[in-house]
């Protein structure tokens, strides 16, 4: 795999597109109920995870999560979901950045973003915000990030192989 280009201007550019990208996703083209949330954001993050290292990545999807919550509120603000949109980010990162294309690295970044920081991380959230039980939680969740699961590995191993990373990328 070839390295990319780090420059400052390149960075702030692409970051600035990408997180601009996550936040109309996250916000506006999204289902938002009271205990789950719908949306296609992942694609974006699993890109900037491409292009991008780790660290980076988590801080961008932190950034934008953020964004997304302050200018367009949907729901009670609480810390511990930027907690898990950065290690969505970071997991992202580590799984795909400057690594090969693979399905088992696909299938493995998606079981941990929705069944380990999706599923438990948000349970607790939502159990500490709103103090619902862990099985009214996971009555309604589980299906939900099982479903989730099997999108994400489709549609992050679609977009792997259509969008032309190699043309972001140099020597």
Partial sequence: MREMRLSSAYVVAGMSVLIAMQVVLGSFLSIQFLITKITFSFIVTAIMA???PPRLTAVATTMSSL???LLFPKFSFFFGFLITAGLTGYT???LFYQKPVALWRIILASFIVTMGWNLLLNS???HIMYGMTWNVLF???IPQELISFVIYSVLITVIFRVFPFDRFMTK
């Fill in 50 to 52: 491409r292009l991008f």
């Fill in 67 to 69: 964004i997304g919550m």
């Fill in 92 to 94: 992202f990162g580590k």
């Fill in 124 to 126: 607790l959230w939502l």
């Fill in 139 to 141: 009555a309604t969740r």
